[in-house]
């Protein structure tokens, strides 16, 4: 059974990141979808509350969880919070995912800050296998 780790923002990068790891699923395989809310180190982020953020992310994770069920795959989701590479790696590494689907880069208010990056840091420090789909 392979687990396909799906860092997602709803971004259309993102959106077609799902689409490719749902293709890539076997019958046994899981996918499971992440959103990570970024640390508020940054100032544009000091006045999103908290809450909202939370609440959008769990929004996000759930309807992506809804397009895998409806295409007849097994999926789950969550939602961590920090560094947004870091924590794709670490999670990742712990859970020993097959493989790390990830979009080239985010568009929404808090993917546009540093998905482009966060997919090239993936890349070049996890220890699983990833892909970067545009």
């Given amino acids: 059974m392979a687990q396909i780790l ?3 923002d709803g971004s259309d990068h993102s959106k077609k990141a799902l689409d ?3 293709d890539m699923l076997d019958e046994n395989d899981e996918l499971i979808v992440l959103y990570v809310i970024p640390a508020a180190l940054i100032k544009e ?5 908290p809450d909202i953020s939370r609440a959008k992310a769990h929004e996000m994770v759930n309807k992506a969880i809804e397009i895998a069920v409806a295409r007849g795959k097994s999926a789950t989701g969550l939602v961590k919070e920090g560094d ?4 794709i ?11 790390i689907v990830i ?3 985010g568009i929404s208010k808090i993917g546009r800050f ?8 993936v890349t070049r420090h ?3 296998p990833v892909l970067i789909v545009r």
């Fill in 126 to 128: 996890s220890d699983r």
């Fill in 114 to 121: 540093s998905l482009g990056s966060v997919a090239e840091r």
């Fill in 103 to 105: 979009g080239s880069m």
């Fill in 20 to 22: 490719k790891a749902l």
């Fill in 89 to 99: 790696i670490n999670f990742a590494s712990e859970i020993q995912a097959s493989l």
């Fill in 6 to 8: 799906l860092p997602y």
């Fill in 45 to 49: 982020f000091e006045n999103i509350d």
């Fill in 84 to 87: 947004v590479s870091e924590v």
